[in-house]
């Protein structure tokens, strides 16, 4: 795995009823408290796990899996009068060994009864959106960049991705490191069945729990087999050990009455040379 990051803030641009937004995090983690429908879930799921993967599946956004709204119903909503709307979401990381740190990103431009269109980001050279970099042209207009506009600005600070696959590479390769892509989407579908139950009604340990085991991975003949050759292997030196600790028990046992012997013996003849000296003597 890579060196450990930590979230430092998230934030929107022109998306939903945000113009500009961001939300800090202390040591990776932030309590965002509101009222019920007050926007709580829809903040959230705009970042995770929509960030770490750039999957804009409706069913993917809504945290109890309906499909009701894509992502387009956040940038252009029913009867708000506007044709075009182009906005960000971002994330940054920050190491936590070090001030390092890493921004990724979504840029979207929705269009009425045209299909959305989506490019991602990431910026690596240490830049920080809000401090030394910006998403829009004009502080005072604040319009958003268009994908060539942003390229221009990354420029060789990091890159922008055309699609939603060499995003989650990336993403993968900057901040987790696993070595395979399923390695990572398995991660993230557990993200997204742990934040499924209403903690109102269905947060208990034994949802937990059962979450939890079905996110487990099967493992496959060949997973098993170097696992059943090592326990085959611990039972034939566990049999080889016992054998050796009887052949030990029963050579010393042998070794006891061989002393024994060899001391009667001993006596004997001592005995015997202290006559013969005697008898010598007299």
Do not use: H
């Amino acid at each position: 795995m890579n060196s450990k990051w930590q979230i430092s803030k998230v934030g929107l641009v022109n998306f939903w009823y945000y113009d500009e937004e961001e939300f800090p995090f202390l040591d990776g983690r932030m309590l965002l408290r509101g009222a019920n429908g007050s926007g709580k879930s829809v903040t959230m799921q705009s970042f995770i796990p929509l960030l770490l993967d750039g999957n804009m599946r409706p069913e993917r956004l809504d945290p109890f899996g309906s499909r009701a709204r894509k992502m387009e119903n956040y940038l252009l909503e029913e009867e708000d009068g506007r044709e075009e709307r182009t906005g960000y979401l971002y994330m940054e990381m920050k190491r936590l060994e070090s001030d390092s740190y890493v921004t990724i990103g979504i840029g979207m431009r929705a269009r009425k009864n045209k299909k959305m269109e989506s490019w991602y980001f990431c910026i690596t050279d240490g830049r920080r959106i809000g401090k030394d970099f910006f998403l829009y042209k004009d502080v005072q207009s604040k319009l958003p960049y268009t994908k060539i506009e942003l390229r221009n600005r990354i420029g060789n600070g990091g890159q922008v991705l055309e699609t939603q696959g060499e995003y989650a590479q990336c993403v993968n390769k900057l901040l987790f490191g696993f070595e395979t892509m399923e390695e990572y989407r398995e991660l993230l579908e557990l993200l997204i069945q742990l934040r499924t139950p209403k903690l109102s009604k269905d947060f208990k340990p034994t949802i937990i729990n059962e979450i939890l085991s079905n996110s487990l991975q099967t493992l496959s003949e060949d997973d098993l087999r170097p696992m059943s050759e090592a326990i085959e292997n611990m039972d034939s030196l566990k049999t080889n050990l016992d054998m050796l600790n009887d052949s030990i028990r029963a050579a010393k046992q042998i070794e006891r009455v061989y002393d024994q012997y060899n001391q009667i013996v001993l006596y004997d003849k001592a005995l015997l040379f202290t006559r013969e000296l005697k008898t010598l003597l007299s």
